[in-house]
Each structure stands twice: as C-alpha cells, then as structure tokens.
C-alpha cells in the first residue's frame, strides 16, 4: 500500500518490511534523516485476526525493551503478549533435564511469546504514522550501484531512487546481499521444523518446554488460553508426514512423544513446515550497504534466539549511523559501518555456533559421547553460576547495549 509519493533521494533506503527491517525505520523515525521501507510483499494494515498466528517468536528481555522504546510494547500487550517465567529442558531417551526459572536471576521473565504477524503489524503502523519515513509495499530492489557516498538503485517497478545507506533486511535470500555481491557460507541442516498451534488439557504454568527426541528437539511455547505454539524439528520426510497425518493420530503422536507433560493435545490451526539451516554472510557491510538479521545470519531455532539477533543488529547500526552522522561522516562510509560489523558479527557467530554445537549433540547416536552429553546436563542442572550465565545470555542483557535498549531498560 502506498501512502506517499516516492522521493528521489533518501538518507536510509531499507529492503525487507518485516520486523528487524520495520524495527530499525521506526527507531529513526525521530530523526531528521529520510527513511524508505520497502517490502515485496502486500502488508495489509487490516486489524489483526482473533486466530493465533502459527509463526511465533520467543522476544527476550533486551528485545522487550527495545520494543518499549519503539513505542509499540503497549500496543502488542493489549493484543496478546504470553510471558514465561520458567524453561524445563529434557532429554526424551534418559530423562536427563535442566530447569531454569528467572527468578534465580532476579528476573520476572525469562522471556516473551508473540506471533510474528503481531510484531509486524505494530511496526509498520508505526512507521505509517512516522513523518520521515516512507512505506510501500509490492516493491523491492533490482539493481543498485554505488557511486561515492551515493547508492543508485533501481527498484521493480522501474523507479530509479538515491539514497546514502542501503540496508538489506530482505531474509536469508537477500537480494540485496546478491546485488552487493557479499558471499555466504554454511549448510542446510537434516531438519525442517513444523509448526502449529494447540490446545493443552494441563496448564503450561507459564513454562516454556523443551524436549529433545532422537531426530530434534520438539518445543511447547506459551500462550495465552491455555494453548501453546509448537516448534518439532525433524527429519525432512518425517516432518512432512507429520504434516499429513489425521487430526487425531498428529495429536496422539505429538503426546507421546512429549511425554504427555501436558496431557492431551488438541490441533487449533493448520500445520507449517519450514526447512532449516545456517547461513552466514562474510561480511555485514560494505561500501554504502549494510546486512542486518536474517540477511546477515540464519540460526537453528533451537533456543529461539534468531529474531533476537535480528533486533540487536537493528538497534546497534542505528546507533553507529545516527554518531556517524552527528561526526558528519557519509553513513553509508564503510569504514563508519565496520564497527557495526564489529560490533555485532562475533556476537552472532558465537550464538549461531554454540546453537549448531547443541543441535549436533543432542542428536547423536548412543554411545560414549552420548553418555558424556546426559551426564553433562545433569552436572550444569546442578550449578547455578553456570545457569544463571546461561540465562543472562538469553536475555540478551549482556555486553555493550544499543542506546534504545538502554533506554527502554531504564523505563521500567
């Protein structure tokens, strides 16, 4: 939906309207700078349905408090915001488990559910009101060239635009990345996750709930009514089986294999598969072009920290480009956007990493490494510092803070 008239010169160009992409116009939506969001898809602004949507993100505590800044906190709390206080963790075949509650680390929750369409819906509208940004939808990028401090780009539609900045939040088949010709290394894992939503007939008590099976882990996230999202990673052919079963043998089978720690199951939505895996970008930046979230960085959904990296890149490079400019540097000079890259880059490998050291361990076959890993977790279980510094990471409270995170923090 168009509602201005594109101008021939922007500050920030921005590919990708989804919620690290909308995250990041709407923090410079205060500024004097002229910002263009773009996002190829049709966003409606149709008020958001009473179904739960099946695609949700665990929010940790530093991305709460960016979203306070941001100014849409409020308005997702009065749609549907499920907090969770606790994690229990278990491995299916030895029962080895940990707990983790927040209060351990004087925190009230570890963590926030909120389905991704809820997020993006109060960003865009956000950015709809913002004076100094301009939002269309149905448009994307076809080429861009580079000249100086200067970005030429030619979007789909044949307009030709000028910006100082092009930052690619287009996902992990970013366009952007392919036209500045940024490699990408990793690998597709073994695994697609299927996800819905269900009903309980015990109460999740505010509990995120994670098992892990044979061929991947399977998580209960929760929700408001008693219901909860599922996350259940599996091997490809078995998570489409999954998705063909009845009705009823999926909600047999999803019981079983969760140890009927919630009892029964009831299906509430249709049933998504997505394939997964690890992608990284060698670089974030180059010469007036910036990567943030998953053009950046695609991680397994193992501990839900994704969206959370996403969000960290956001607000940091808004903070680098907002000082460059109060230097009277080009935004878009490369050398400002390195200490973006060098700023968040060793903190998302070493996420990415640790997520793909997890997945790889708990999904080995029986034997001596197997035996080491359950004996393992017993030992962390029974070590608070360890998992108190388990807890703070996932918080992402941890290191140099972007301003707005700072800022949204000191609101409480």
């Known amino acids: 939906m168009q509602n201005f008239r594109m101008r021939d010169y922007y500050d920030i160009a921005i590919i990708g309207g989804g919620m690290v992409g909308a995250?990041?116009?709407?923090?410079?939506?205060?500024?004097?700078?002229?910002?263009?969001?773009?996002?190829?898809?049709?966003?409606?602004?149709?008020?958001?349905?009473?179904?739960?949507?099946?695609?949700?993100?665990?929010?940790?505590?530093a991305s709460k408090y960016y979203f306070q800044s941001l100014g849409i906190w409020s308005g997702l709390q009065d749609f549907r915001v499920s907090p969770y206080q606790q994690m229990?963790?278990?491995?299916?075949?030895?029962?080895s488990a940990i707990h983790f509650d927040g209060a351990q680390i004087g925190e009230d929750v570890l963590g926030y559910i909120i389905e991704n369409r809820a997020i993006q819906y109060y960003l865009l509208e956000k950015a709809r009101r913002s004076g100094n940004i301009d939002f269309f939808d149905s448009l994307s990028i076809e080429s861009c060239a580079v000249r100086d401090d200067r970005v030429k780009l030619t979007l789909t539609d044949d307009s030709r635009i000028t910006c100082g900045l092009l930052v690619g939040a287009d996902g992990n088949r970013s366009k952007v990345r392919s036209l500045a010709g940024i490699d990408t290394k990793g690998w597709k894992y073994d695994q697609s996750a299927l996800v819905a939503t269900v009903g309980t007939e015990l109460p999740h008590d505010d509990t995120a709930w994670q098992c892990f099976l044979p061929d991947g882990p399977l998580a209960f996230l929760p929700l408001a009514d008693n219901m909860c999202s599922i996350v259940w990673s599996a091997k490809h052919h078995q998570a489409q089986e999954l998705a063909g079963l009845p009705e009823d043998i999926f909600e047999r089978q999803l019981a079983e294999a969760?140890?009927?720690?919630?009892?029964?199951?009831?299906?509430?939505?249709e049933r998504g598969v997505f394939p997964l895996q690890l992608q990284y970008a060698r670089q974030y930046v180059k010469q007036g072009v910036a990567l943030i979230g998953d053009a950046a960085h695609s991680i397994h959904p193992l501990a839900g920290q994704g969206v959370n990296l996403g969000l960290l890149d956001s607000a940091s490079l808004v903070d680098v480009i907002l000082e460059g400019a109060r230097q009277g540097k080009p935004i878009g000079s490369v050398a400002l956007l390195r200490r973006y890259e060098r700023w968040r880059k060793g903190d998302n490998l070493g996420v990415m990493f640790l997520m793909d050291a997890f997945k790889r361990m708990f999904t080995t076959e029986p034997g001596p490494l197997k035996s080491a890993r359950n004996a393992g977790i017993e030992l962390v279980n029974s070590i608070n510092p360890i998992k108190d510094m388990i807890m703070k990471g996932a918080s992402g409270l941890r290191g140099e803070l972007p301003t707005m995170i700072r800022d949204g923090k000191l609101a409480e």
Not at 88 to 95: F, R
Not at 258 to 269: E, P, Q, T, W
């Open 258 to 269: 969760f140890d009927f720690r919630l009892g029964s199951i009831k299906l509430c939505s």
């Open 88 to 95: 229990h963790i278990w491995e299916k075949q030895s029962g």
């Open 23 to 61: 995250s990041m116009a709407v923090a410079l939506s205060d500024t004097s700078m002229r910002v263009l969001l773009l996002d190829s898809s049709v966003c409606s602004p149709a008020p958001l349905p009473e179904d739960y949507d099946i695609r949700v993100s665990a929010i940790s505590v």
